[in-house]
């Protein structure tokens, strides 16, 4: 069974910058996918980022465009969420997950996707 473990969430003011890590140890093959997802409080977990092992594009949700950006370490199973420019609207537990063979495409449903962390908290202040 593969696991993910999340680190680097906190409480920052709006504006501020924020970096999560995700340490996996799960099979990872050349169509893998790594993803991360968000849930705020009373809200439905939704998309943030995608990145494919293989090439490392990147899929982004609309919300995060230009201020987050996934990526990934090449020599570790590692990947990563740099979080610029905070908004009070990102405060959420953030999720990574992988999917194993992703054929090409970077999806964004949750259900898409097989292993997951237990969450790190973001919290942005106004």
């Known amino acids: 069974q593969g696991q993910l473990a999340e680190s680097g969430g906190g409480l920052v003011q709006a504006g501020e910058s924020l970096r999560l890590s995700c340490a996996a140890s799960?099979?990872?093959?050349?169509?893998?996918?790594m993803a991360w997802f968000r849930q705020a409080p009373g809200k439905e977990r939704e998309f943030v980022a995608a990145i494919s092992w293989h090439g490392g594009n990147t899929n982004y949700a609309d919300s995060v465009k230009g201020r987050f950006t996934i990526s990934k370490n090449n020599t570790k199973i590692l990947f990563y969420l740099e979080m610029n420019n905070l908004k009070p609207e990102d405060t959420a537990v953030y999720y990574c997950a992988t999917l194993e063979s992703g054929y090409g495409k970077l999806p964004s449903q949750e259900s898409e996707y097989d292993y997951w962390g237990q969450g790190t908290q973001v919290t942005v202040s106004s």
């Open positions: 799960v099979r990872i093959f050349s169509s893998s996918v």
